[in-house]
């Protein structure tokens, strides 16, 4: 095999002989897989498998690469960090290199480690500190004032997020100190606390929660606004010099004792000793107490403390020669499987928990773990009173890893209705989720007003997350359309409310009962069913008790509706809490019909995409004047698409455009098209670059289909000449 490398992502791969061998396909296949998902865990901050089996895959290929030195390649993922700069951000790049770690999994590979080090240095001492399990940053003073903070990338670009380290309350802007010049190397973590509070706020939002402490604080980093990063309680352990002006250090203690003198919250413990057994020692008592701690770790450090000796050990092309992080591995244990609780989420999920008897586990008791779903159990074949092994999930969720000893043979099953509101449960076809769709569910209550009374639902203005929850605990609301019973004299009595406050609130709540109907489809939360869906509905059928009657077959004719959009509806609907929800609405005047009435249908028939940055128009305010002239909007590009309206930055959905030939224009021609009267003459230009003439015909007929359910008019139909490809 013969590898011509264009650039750093394309190759051109000439196989001569016999295809790839067995070990060739293998060393492939975990390059790719490691690729993927070092991109989900650095860059998406959406972890699919756990640090372990990454770890593992990533020892294997390198062992692999080294047996098999002619199936090397320079962008094999045991040679880069894994972390790309984001392009959301400006770009920084490291003047002092921001290696990551070897790692071991063995006292023997730390004891090896030892001896490569002592072979080439003698009179070695050892500093060991804990490996916080965050994001990696580096923080510049100049003068002793904060200058700069920057995300670790891929090790020698990374991007700029100094705004959002600035509101991170550890992070000194003016050290104690005036140093001309300082960076300093630090990782930015999320207490368990906090992790804790966040994912019931995310929950109660009905947003997808963040899966573990390392990733939400990676997420919250690179926000673009930093009053949510401020928001979500970050902090920061400091633990390395990378560079200093004006101050000479020899050692990594005498450093870390600096920089703390500094006003860096320094990393929490770090021990020097003068052999390995004793850094060994040192990391058998950090793992015991990990359970404990506040913060998450995924092992602990070994470093040369004298920076001379660390200076002739050097660096591979990726690690320090001088360092090394011992990872520790999951702790298993077994114990007996008492009895199964099924929980209702916040998001109508039913969530299935494991009572187990006790047992200790990675520094803590675990009597509780997770069993994620009916397809989970199943696979398994759990029952109560089965022995299991438990382990804890990157040290933060206990979860049942297998059965080892059956004491049933029946395997547990998911009750057919809400443990919660005792109406029937569903499972999606496309998920393993079983979620109960009860709008009135009491598990789900809190999400469910929270987001009836949100902006693009009810706009009930007052009534945000925090209210909501005082009314509920107060007992003023229990049932969705207790809104509408919401008594002046009762607010105004709870701390903290006067005159005006409460009747703003009873205003905006009057107010809402206006709004048009498919602002009330989308308040009622139907899944699959959002703020377009609900317009096309109420568009379509105009009138609530229409929806509530129409089949899957009748809302399939409206465009934009699949399956499983028509199910999701007709599910809903059939449900006797919805159906008493609509009776109570109507009684307190709620409007139940389309107030929509298009006079001048333009657009009628057409799609517009958008996409970038408009000059003077909100992406929101061009598609309602679309949708005002009869149009619609889409979020993707297709050959149905009419036209791309495009601004600033716009990106792939331009791209696409341009090879299936749709018509591009930008706000000043869009705006050009509304100052036109009313005609009856419509023009479509498609613009094709297609294979064959199937293409071509198909995409005609497409358009005149389209044109045809408009009022009528002329069609001009044009093809231009381009090389197919």
Known sequence: MIIYTLCDKIKLILFIGDSMTEIEKKIEELRKTLRYHSDRYYNDDAPEIEDYEYDMM????????????????????????????????????????MESLQDAFSKDELREFSNRVEDTVSDVNYVVEPKIDGLSVSLEYRDGVFLRGSTRGNGDVGEDVSGNLRVIHNIPLKLNKSIPYIEVRGEVYMPKKSFERVVDRQIINGEKPFKNPRNAAAGSLRQKDSSVTASRGLDIFVFNIQQIEGVELSSHKESLDFIKELGFNTIPTYKKVDNIEDAIAEIDRIGEARGSLEYDIDGAVIKVDDFSQRDILGSTAKYPKWAIAFKYPPEEKQTKLLDIEIAVGRTGVLTPTAILESVHLAGTTVSRATLHNQDFINEKGIAIGDVVTVRKAGDIIPEVLCVNEHNSNSVFKFPDVCPSCGEKVYRDEDEAAIRCINPECPAQLLRNLIHFCSRDAMDIEGLGPAIIETFVNEGMIAKTYDIYNLDFNKILSLEGFKETSANNIINSVNNSKNNDLSKLIFALGIRHIGAKAGKLLADYFKDIDLVMNASVDD???????????????????????????????????VNMKSTNVVEDTRFSGMTFVLTGTLPTLKRAEASKIIESFGGKTSSSVSKKTTYVLAGEEAGSKLDKANKLGVQIISEEEFKEILDKEETDTVEFKSWINARNIKEIISLAVDELIAFANTKGGTVYFGVEDKPIE
Do not use: C
């Open 58 to 97: 990533m020892r294997e290929l390198k062992e692999l690469e080294e047996k098999y030195p002619e199936y090397d390649a320079p962008d094999s993922p045991t040679k880069k960090v894994g972390g790309v700069a984001d392009n959301s951000f400006e770009s920084v790049a490291h003047s002092v290199r």
């Open 555 to 589: 809302i399939l004719q409206i465009d934009g509706f699949g399956k499983i959009m028509a199910e999701s509806v007709v599910e809903f609907f059939s449900s006797d809490s919805t159906k008493e929800l609509i009776e109570k609405l109507k009684e307190a005047g």
